[in-house]
DNA sequence: AATTTTCATAACTTAAGGATATATTAAAGG
DNA sequence: CCTTTAATATATCCTTAAGTTATGAAAATT
């Protein structure tokens, strides 16, 4: 004997009302509606499923049995109904995101513990790589969402790239740095320091070539090369090294006394950093819920970065 | 998100089965329409419930999130189906059966006992009463069965009526009563003993008149009346009374050495025993199950009754 | 690259399920 | 006891789901 679940689920219903009418209105459908689905029902099983012309509506004992597992079944389409408007709410589901080591570390990763507290049934998969490799996971549907500096006009039309912040750096060093400490910094100061390189392949390892190139510093002694932020930061601590960092890493840092920027103005790479996707792939929400999160947080921490540098004199 | 239970139920099968084709099968359904079913769910929520584009089929969290409550709602209607199987089957349920007080005690009980063996979970209700409150409990759907003595063409044509014995009658005593100790019995002998007598309204009151009055005695001292089976037996065995019973119920106390009849032919009532229910009112199939299975054990019983019969002297 | 397997789509048919209007019927009340 | 009232059953119509077979498309496999 073959059962429709939601039969039984409108038994239950009607069990639970005491009645065919407010059964129905509990159902949200009409009275005809329901009394011709438990007719059927009767028939299909060979029993009553209520006594005959008993009017305050008396349930057999079968029905009570079959209403019994009707409530099972409601109680599992509303957990099912429940998690769909999780998930498509985005507050629950995976997002598989990855970016810049220096970003992912410095920025991203507070960014998504405040995430986690807003949405914790959210999953993030965190992985690194920079542009290139991110466009190839993105396209091979292993990653929802990169976040790397990239030019803008250099997207394939295939991708979407939204920008949170200009691509801008700033030389840092420790905050007991002897030039953390001068207040009126030249130039030429310096040259003297040996300087911390992050990994050759990176956007980064050329931002810095450039900048000192552009400073006149062809020759620069590299301390320590490769390694990522956190290794950085405690090279940079123990040492007298300076290294080429985003300008909104070292800004995040800074309250905790860990890195401060030099005044210099140094040259802006032409890249932006931002949020590329996939254009072509449908979103889950869960990863459109962390891609609005990740931008309103940019939006506001490029506020405060702002205001910081109305306060800041930058020399070149 | 109103969802639909069934839909639910596919999609755990075909996840289960790890394919359509193999989902649709497990369900005894076509590949498309299992097929169709699905992609009109994922419509509907408004997300993918399995990859695109990957030929192992592979669900997503939505999915399985949804399906192990697909499994739920499985079980829940197959535990439906199977109460039904049973109900329908005359294997669980309830039936509510009367009949004659002595003849309940006597010889149904007994058969009851055996029906719960074999059918654990039919519940019996008995209760007890005398043919014309039968009638009245059965044509007021109190009663599902009754089982009473009645004559075969006084049964109003609303009611089906199968005889199960012909509605014998003995001179019933204990075994250490004189009498029951004598190997030539003549009439005259039974004179001497004061009576037992059922309740006044009872058909084997006016039976035992009848039946005194048909061996010539009209003056009958009573010693005691109008108690049960247990009663009677009671009160039987620790005199030299005398009573008048169904066969049936001597015949099946006479192994226990509780009650014997004496071999003496009295008057047959015109009534027989059968069970009486009412032919417009459908009967559920416990208790059509009950009601076979007591026919059966009368048809047995009435053999063994048989056999003895021929075995023994009967005078008058 | 061809083959095989599996899933998606098309077109059609049947049955279920929704609505409104209305007939029946059991319970209640004068 | 008959009338009233409230609830259920039925009638009719329409929309949509769901089943079928045949067939097309696409991923994996060889």
Known sequence: MKIDPSHLEILSAVVA????TEGAAAL?????????????????????????????LRP???CLTLAA?????????????QAITKYTGGKSGTARVAGSPIFMDGVISNMIAGFQIAFPDVRIDQSYGYATKLMEQLSAG???LAICPLKNDHVPPEYAFETILPGRNVIACAPTHPLARKTSLKLGDIAAYPWITPPADSPLYEDLRKVLKGIGITDFKVSFSGGSLVSVMNVLKGSDSLTVLPYSVVFLQKHLKSLVALPIRIEHPERQLGLLRRID???RPAVVRFRKYIKQQFASLSHSIGEQERNTLWRK
Chains 1, 2 share one sequence.
Request: glycine share 10%; charged share 35%.
């Open 28 to 56: 949200g459908k009409s009275q005809p509606s329901v009394s011709r689905t438990i007719s059927m029902l009767e028939t299909r099983i060979g029993s009553r499923l209520f006594e005959k012309g008993r009017r305050p």
């Open 281 to 283: 792939r449908p979103e």
């Open 142 to 144: 292993n990653i929802d």
């Open 69 to 81: 597992e009707g409530r099972d079944i409601h109680a599992a389409t509303e957990r099912a109904s």
């Open 60 to 62: 057999t004992e079968l």
């Open 17 to 20: 009302a005491g009645g065919l």
